[in-house]
């Protein structure tokens, strides 16, 4: 598989002409993929590709208690269905640009090998802002706001399973404190049929390592030992730690319950020509691609929200 440098280069080759850097299905697929493996979530989530930049997403789900009775050469005209639905999506187009001296690569010790350094590191960068975005995105993020030109893009999964999700909020329980019973609680929200295995605790490596502290803690003043796998895996399900999700927040779900929607429209241009190239002594670059977060099954999901600070 090429490396996302080799596939800016071959990109950059076809700039200016009739694709304009415009990858094909394929290019656009590996690279998309390698911008998932900058984080660890990214690796699990599901991901679509769709030539159309708003539609829908089918899903098709079975219901339960179907088997009945046979009854010997009679037919009684009891057929059971599949249920079919459609989540809808709508593409965000998005962009990252950089720029880079021809004197920094001329001075530089690694020479031509940084350009390759660099592309490397701002499409990395890509993969982990575009979870960030996932699922911290807010379109009604205020003006004023540090962030607003990055969170106002899309609408995350944070505020997706806060509007439509199971929310168990620990603001009034023990005032957000770290427990056992929160996770117990979150569980009892989530309906038994999704409780099969596939769940996993979604939080911050801070609040990861803040249950790690507490569950030691327990095991010091109570006494008693407590085995790795109970600290890696609270109520039996394992954790993920996921560096974009706030602190005060976890979610359980099946990580292949949260869907990123993106198009083969990725565009990767690079240019050394051009009068700002020449009159700066700069190349330039720039990755066009769009992408949407959206969940398959809000009823599969629990967020815990209310959780008292570090």
Known sequence: ???????????????????????????????????????????LVRKETRRAKSGEIDKIGIASRILRKKTENNDDGYRAKPNF???EYATTAVRLPWEITEETL???IEGEGLEATITDLMTKQLGIDREDLCINGDTATPAGDDDYDFLYVNDGWVKQLLNGG???????KSGGAMSIDLF?????????KYNNGT????????RQQEWERYILDKAITVGGIISDKRVENPVSIPAIPVPALPDDKIILTNP????????????IRKTVEGKEAI???????VVHFDFDPIVEELDATVIVTGLKGF
């Open 1 to 43: 598989m090429p490396n996302n440098n080799e596939l800016i280069r071959k990109a950059a080759l076809t700039t200016g002409g009739v694709t304009s850097g415009l990858l094909n299905p394929e290019q656009s697929a590996k690279f998309l993929k390698m911008t998932f493996e900058a984080t660890p979530l990214g690796a």
């Open 85 to 87: 639905g459609a989540v």
């Open 106 to 108: 001329r001075e530089n």
């Open 166 to 172: 199971h929310v168990e909020d620990r603001t009034a």
């Open 184 to 192: 117990y609680d979150a569980l009892r929200q989530m309906p038994n």
């Open 199 to 206: 769940l996993r605790w979604l939080m911050s490596p801070h």
């Open 256 to 267: 292949q319950n949260l869907i990123v929607v993106s198009t083969y429209d990725v565009k």
């Open 279 to 285: 009159m700066q002594d700069k190349r330039f670059y």
